[in-house]
């Protein structure tokens, strides 16, 4: 195991980036730094700790605790050392008898209201106002016992200033009477995590953090939990209830966070096998030291009683599970696999491959289906969400992936963002989206719903264009018909970058009166005029970047958004440099990664194609097998044949398909007709129903591996804990495989990730050693950059020049009518992560218990619907029922919820309609009534007898 | 089951018809080839053959599929 213990130093105030360097001494100690640097900040890089209490490197310089006090010569007086610049020829003294002084008097003012119980206290040995009390020197606390807000009760009786310890988060506790007032959880609110929901009211002596309004606890302000308050706190004030159990931590172990694609790096904060805290990396390249409350605090699933431990089998899906050991499980698993190839064909079985799970692991998955099964049969969770970005984007500009990094995000002047919602689904994007916000960026949004970034407080221009569900390429194309007709375009750029003769055959295209927004506004409902400004907008930003996600890929017409995104970029001039780009935000920790390692089933690791000679020469090689030259089963394709009885068997790891594919009844009806299915998940999850091999997984707690980011940034995730099942789950497939002869050899997944390399172009330059070194590198990493690529295409397109792709509206299948006359549209909410078998599982809970139906009041009304009530809502394929929500969030005519809860199975509702290209499920858009109802759906009540049914165990035989 | 290929077939044809750079149904075949498994694209050109309604584009395109390989040994 490999732990990593980095100094965590706290600077006390923020880089400051300037080509200016001043050169000061401080104690005696020359030292150089950039101009605009604070003395703090430039004594910490010398080696001189000024005590503080209110500094912190992570928020901005505030000067209220008064004991970084220093005396500069030349200089009157006892400046704040964290909101005094530095000058060329500065000579500072951090330690005089008169700065002594003054710190030991604000300190003895601080003590004199604050509880002296540190030795039971939470935070003791890890609390910032000990730590200073000892360094400044503090013996004695002159003051007489007097009015404070500490003490419950005093000598008159109950102690009007005190206030009671606010309790209402699962995760943490709020004591004001440990606060200190030092403004750093609600600056921390404000400037890191950009919510707002604290505050200090009153003044002087009166001044109190505040959590929303009065009356207001942490749950029911707009906290939204993120953590970044209790991290920011140098007391027991704000801090996390697991470390008020267990104790301070006694390591740290650098890993990945495995929720969303966002991938923020997190310190895992141990004692022995028990995790303490969750703490965001400060040197974690994709989050800077930030989180959202699924990364900090909802990782209590690892450990949850439902986990199952131990392999299980049964004969059909009717019988309950028999507990069986590692080899019966692999065994039976085997043999049916077999027999299934033996009666079906070699084409009759496959494997979906995880997109939550580590690089290594999904290689050797779809390793096995292509070496050991002899097809091509293997897909990922990236066919129902990303795979139009793949094609949309490797057409357009020879890349399967998102063009910038993160940081780009500072420097961007506008932001579009398309069918996305950064503030819920990536929680720590969305943070860095509003501090760029806060600093003047502008803003345009496509959403059919008003999402929460256009709420956040800013001093740019914002524009919402609700577009009707289905509406994307006619909208994203009317914007492209707005800067040709305008000439709005940047000539020079597609001169040089692509071909000028394709530009002019696509504005050609564009110009034709049925692209222009009076027309578009008939079928998207967006105003022209909204649609014109915000295509100047875009255009006449010095920097524009677009960041877009599943509502533009789950579609029909996914693949045709994605390249008309691209259009508008490189029409635009806005690839290639930083602040620009285009940049889909990708769903699972993973799903980069598992489209990066060959879990598509026409590509090999890398995206080239099964039938290019050459690679599959390379891998025949490496794999030492004959491989398939043809593209095998896509996740729907796998459900049509095995509906036409000639798909038998599924390996699915990680993956809960029978809740996130669309169209529930079409997915049940192909598992159940299967010979064989093995679930290798954490949980006995909606899939497992319909199995008959479970092998138990291992969290990311337990693995060591790697996850990629929707940056293309490879970070390494690191073992904190012994698996609980047994084994990591790259171990597990090496099991399954070699029961099926394959005979694999790996001891580490290091060893995985150098095949990969050795086998992948992109990836040549990873190894373990080299992401230990660098802490993380974006692909492409090789010979031509060995350090990875933060921007991709800046001299120039990957493909050569960048490709415009004609882009025609062609309006879905599934249209509203008298039967059916409302659009719904699905989406995340930001407590609960994909299907919730991880969050639904935790404390979370708390914030999202069911999936709600958001409905316009005037759907409502005409409906006889209030707020609360439960209703139908039916579809084509189905229905189910769940509760209304009452908002004009939604259009008229758009109804729209989460897919969070199993008992609701929203996709019993949706279609199997799909993206033209690729497959991807048309989620975004289903035809849908809603009326009143008394409660749970046939289907949802029968669903529930079915799954109570098969997740019977049957008791193991006594010893 | 059997129309679904036919109308995957025609969201093809309905993207690449107002392409300029290629003949629409070489580019659908061509899709078709790329990312249809042989088995897909048996059960497809037996439709064509057997006189299913489908789009022109769609029809032509089923002259330049790849015919899958005879069945493999299983």
């Given amino acids: 195991m490999k732990d990593f213990i980095i100094p965590d130093r706290d600077l006390g105030t923020p880089a400051v980036k300037s080509d200016v360097i001043v050169n000061l001494t401080i104690d005696g100690i020359p030292v150089s730094v950039p101009g605009g640097t604070s003395v703090m900040r430039a004594a910490a890089i010398a080696g001189v700790t000024v005590p503080k209490l209110c500094a912190t490197d992570s928020l901005n310089a505030f000067g209220s605790c008064r004991i970084c006090v220093v005396q500069i010569d030349g200089m009157r007086g006892t400046p704040a050392s964290c909101t005094t610049p530095v000058f060329e020829g500065m000579n500072v003294h951090t330690q005089t008898d008169e700065v002594a002084q003054i710190r030991r008097g604000v300190m003895e003012l601080y003590i004199s209201d604050h509880p002296l119980d540190c030795l039971t206290c939470a935070a003791n040995g890890d609390c910032e106002l000990q730590d200073m009390a000892g360094a400044v020197g503090l013996r004695e606390v002159r003051y007489e016992p007097g009015t404070n807000h500490f003490q419950r009760r005093t000598a008159e009786g ?8 606010d309790q209402s988060n699962p995760y943490f506790s709020f004591d004001p009477a440990k606060c200190i007032v030092c403004n750093r959880c609600v600056r921390a609110c404000e400037e890191i995590q950009g919510t707002f929901a604290l505050t200090i009211e009153g003044r002087g002596f009166d001044s109190r953090v505040s959590a929303g309004m009065s009356g207001d606890n942490f749950l029911s302000s707009d906290c939204v939990s993120c953590g970044a308050c209790v991290q920011a706190c140098p007391t027991a004030t704000l801090i996390e209830n697991k470390v008020f159990e267990i104790g301070t931590p006694e390591r740290i172990v650098k890993t990945t966070c495995a929720y969303c694609g966002v991938g923020c790096s997190f310190d895992a904060h141990m004692r022995g096998e028990e995790v303490v805290k969750m703490v965001p990396s400060k040197d974690g390249k994709a989050n800077h030291g930030h989180s959202c409350v699924k990364g900090r605090f909802a990782w209590g699933y690892a450990t949850h009683q439902d986990r199952k431990l131990e392999p299980m089998v049964r004969e059909k899906i009717t019988d309950p599970w028999r507990i069986v050991s590692w080899d019966e499980a692999l065994n039976f698993a085997a043999d049916r696999l077999k027999k299934a190839q033996a009666d ?22 779809q390793k096995l289906t292509r070496a050991v099964f002899g097809n091509n049969n293997t897909d990922t969770c990236a066919r129902v969400c990303h795979s139009p970005t793949g094609y949309g984007l490797k057409t357009a500009f020879g890349t399967s992936a998102g063009t910038h990094d993160f940081d ?32 003047g960026a502008g803003l345009i949004v496509l959403d059919p719903r008003r999402t ?55 504005s050609e295209f564009l110009l034709d009166p049925r692209h222009s927004p009076e027309e578009v506004e008939k079928l998207s409902q967006v105003p022209a005029d909204l649609i014109r400004q915000a295509a100047r907008a875009y255009a006449a930003a010095p920097r524009a970047s677009i960041f877009y996600g599943l509502g533009v890929t789950e579609h029909s017409q996914g693949s045709t958004t994605v390249m008309a995104i691209a259009n508008l970029a490189m029409m635009t001039g806005n690839i290639g440099r930083p602040g620009t780009g285009v940049n ?150 090496q099991m399954l495989a070699n029961t099926l002869g394959a005979n694999w050899t790996y001891t580490h997944p290091s060893e995985i990730m150098d095949e990969i390399a050795m086998t992948t172009p992109s990836f040549s330059g990873v190894s373990f050693d080299l992401l230990d070194r660098e802490g993380s590198v974006q692909w492409p990493c090789n010979e031509a950059a060995p350090l990875g690529t933060p921007l991709m295409h800046i001299d120039g ?61 005037s759907d409502a009304e005409n409906r006889g619907i209030r707020s609360g009530d439960w209703v139908r809502v039916a579809s084509r394929s189905g229905d189910t029922s769940l509760r209304a929500e009452i908002t004009e969030r939604v259009a008229p005519g758009v109804v729209y919820t989460t897919f969070h809860h199993p008992t609701t199975q929203a996709n019993v509702v949706t279609t199997d309609n799909s993206d033209w290209a690729t497959n991807c499920p048309e989620f975004k858009v289903t035809a849908v009534q809603v009326s009143p109802s008394n409660g749970p759906s046939d289907w949802q009540e029968e669903y529930q007898t079915h799954s109570d049914l098969s997740r019977r165990i049957l008791p193991t035989a006594a010893e | 089951m059997q129309d679904k290929l036919i109308r995957m077939a025609t969201q093809m044809a309905d993207f690449f018809r107002s392409q300029p750079d290629e003949p629409p149904a ?47 040994e299983s």
Avoid at chain 1, 344 to 350: C, H, L, N, Q, T
Avoid at chain 1, 612 to 640: C, H, K, Q
């Fill in chain 1, 584 to 733: 889909p935000l990708r769903g699972q920790n993973n799903v980069q990664g598992s489209c990066d390692m060959g879990s598509f089933p026409h590509e090999y690791p890398g995206y080239r194609h099964v039938s290019d000679p050459e690679t599959r020469a390379l891998y025949e090689r490496v794999w030492g097998v004959p491989l398939s030259d043809e593209p095998g089963l896509r996740i729907p394709n796998m459900f049509d044949e095995a509906l036409n009885g000639r798909f038998k068997g599924l390996y699915c790891q990680g993956e809960d398909i029978v809740q996130s594919d669309p169209d529930t009844k079409h997915v049940t009806g192909a598992l159940s007709s299967m010979d064989i299915v093995i679930v290798h998940d954490l949980f006995l999850n909606e899939t497992a129903n319909y199995a008959h091999v479970f092998l138990p997984g291992s969290s990311f707690l337990e693995k060591n591996g790697t996850f990629t980011n929707a940056e293309r940034r490879i970070n390494m995730v690191r073992k904190a804990m012994s698996p609980k099942n047994g084994y990591e789950d790259w171990e597990i497939t």
């Fill in chain 1, 158 to 165: 109950p102690n009007p200033e005190y206030r009671p310890k």
């Fill in chain 1, 408 to 439: 780009s995000i500072d420097e961007t002047d506008l932001m579009l963002i398309i069918g996305c919602n950064p503030t819920d689904g990536h929680p720590v994007v969305g943070s860095r989206m509003r501090a760029r916000l806060r600093e």
């Fill in chain 1, 344 to 365: 079906f064909g070699r084409d009759s079985i496959g494997v979906i491959t995880s997109s939550r799970c580590t690089n290594e692991e999904t290689y050797l998955v």
């Fill in chain 1, 452 to 506: 929460d970034i256009l709420e956040t407080p800013h001093l740019g221009d914002s524009w919402h264009l609700p577009l009707r569900p289905g509406t994307n390429v006619a909208v994203v194309t009317s914007l492209a018909h707005v800067i040709v007709s305008e000439k709005l375009y940047d000539e020079e750029y597609i001169r040089t970058r692509c071909d000028w003769d394709e530009f002019l055959a696509y």
């Fill in chain 1, 797 to 857: 397109f990957v493909r050569g020049k960048g490709k415009f792709i004609h882009t025609e509206y062609v309006a879905t299948d599934e249209r509203t009518g008298s039967r059916f006359p409302l659009l719904l549209t699905t989406g995340r909410i930001l407590s609960q992560y994909n299907v919730g078998a991880q969050t639904r599982r935790t404390d979370n809970q708390v914030w999202h218990s069911e999936d709600v139906l958001e409905i316009h009041p």
């Fill in chain 2, 26 to 72: 070489q580019a659908v075949a061509a899709h078709i080839n790329d990312s249809w498994s042989p088995q897909m694209r048996k059960d497809f050109l037996a439709q064509i053959s057997a006189g299913a309604e489908a789009d022109p584009i769609v029809r032509d395109a089923a002259s330049f599929i790849r015919p899958p390989k005879v069945a493999s």
